[in-house]
């Protein structure tokens, strides 16, 4: 790991400035507590216990920042430890939380192997590390054994197929420049890269932009010494044998077969995600959850009429005005086109969700019998929850 390790003392990633903080905040999938809640605990959670939580391998600090400040913005208690093994990342990581002064984070610097060392924990955080371990399975392993009964893990892992020429251009790098240091190997495949063919897989390659935006993104895309990918049965299989089992994918319609050709009876459904990200084709990442296989919880369901609906990512309102008006919102996911497909029907539903009513309260608003609600409900929730769009979670009451 020594190599990894020099790789982000000199280029912490992503790159961040502590500065930005008071501008925006970078939110996404996972470990957004509304996916958390939906996928891990059900739609269900008693929020007012505090949320044991770890961040392992938080790099510069993402997915450490949005939970922490996500959980402040609602008011509900959280403890949280980071452990990477960069001290220059956790420098940033430590700089951007005091930029917000969140409070309740226990900063380490180690290893995710450590982490059943330090603590149980309700929910773990590990996006982008475990496909830089020499064992990713003991990785997934370690994670499994820091877990407390009834949480779960949001994870990132690569994909194969959305990143097409990276690994032939890390496999040559590395043979070329061995033994220089970061910032050699750095100057030295920019130079290659100005002259790379067009017809090089790599060059053709639309879904993978880091090495554009800097130098630390450069060298984590293309430099990077120890890096693999996934594909979903490798994935499923890598989660089984660590004791996981996978709850579901941040974005589920981009594994549904069924938007993109017939599904023969023959395929269940692992094998139907396997046909489906090879059609893609575009998939570079694998986002989603995973909860113990032994004692393994559904994400949350709109058949539960007591839990509390959420539209992210779009207010409720505006997209109920918007379907009344018979539009077909556009989605716009990297190498992805679509339009939802929901009628002007479902738009008083839609337009009831306020992040604190009830699915019951809904239908009660909306004068709707249960068989009603639920033919209605359960095409809201195929197409939003499909593409990342609605979660459950009774975080705002």
């Known amino acids: 790991m020594n190599q990894v390790k020099d790789q982000y003392e000199v280029y912490p990633y992503p790159e961040r400035d502590p500065k930005d903080e008071a501008k925006r905040l970078i939110t996404g999938s996972p470990s957004h507590p509304l996916e958390i809640d939906h996928f891990v605990f059900g739609g269900q959670r008693d929020w007012s216990r505090p949320l044991r939580a770890l961040v392992a391998g938080g790099g510069t600090g993402d ?40 409070t309740g984070i226990r900063f380490i610097t180690g290893s995710l192997m450590d982490a059943p060392d330090l603590g149980t924990f309700d929910y773990i955080d590990c996006c982008g590390v475990l496909h830089h371990l020499p064992d990713p399975v003991a990785g997934f392993a370690a994670l499994r054994a820091a877990l407390a009964p009834g949480g779960g893990l949001g994870f990132m892992v690569y994909a194969p197929y959305g990143r097409s020429g990276v690994y032939p251009l890390q496999e040559a790098f590395g043979a070329l420049f061995e033994g220089m240091s970061p910032e050699e190997r750095l100057k030295a495949a920019r130079k290659i890269m100005e002259t790379l063919p067009e017809g090089h897989p790599f060059s053709s390659n639309p879904n993978v932009v880091d090495h554009r935006k800097s130098d630390a993104g450069f060298y984590d895309l293309l430099l990077h010494s120890q890096d693999r990918s996934f594909t979903v049965p490798e994935l499923l299989d890598t989660l089984a044998q660590a004791g996981w089992a996978l709850s579901g994918f941040a974005m589920p319609a981009l594994y549904e077969l069924d938007r993109l050709a017939p599904v023969p009876e023959h395929l269940d459904i692992p094998a139907q995600m396997a046909v489906a990200e090879k059609l893609r084709g575009t998939i570079k990442t694998h986002v989603g959850y995973a909860v113990a296989a032994d004692a393994p919880v559904a994400p949350a369901s709109g058949k539960n009429r007591t839990l509390v609906p959420h539209i992210r990512g779009i207010a409720p309102q505006k997209l109920a005005q918007g379907l009344a008006q018979g539009q077909r919102p556009k989605l716009a996911y990297p190498g992805t086109k679509s339009h939802l497909s929901l009628g002007r029907e479902a738009a008083p539903l839609i337009g009831a969700i306020n992040g604190r009513r009830s699915l019951a309260e809904i239908a009660a608003a909306a004068r709707l019998d249960p068989i009603a609600m639920g033919a209605q409900w359960s095409r809201i929730e195929r197409e939003l929850v499909s593409w990342g769009m609605l979660h459950y979670s009774g975080i705002l009451r």
């Open 63 to 102: 997915g450490l920042i949005q939970l922490a400040q996500l959980m402040a913005q609602a008011g509900k208690p959280c403890e949280i430890t980071y452990v990477d093994l960069s001290a220059a990342s956790r420098k940033v990581a430590e700089a951007r939380a005091r930029a917000r002064g969140l």
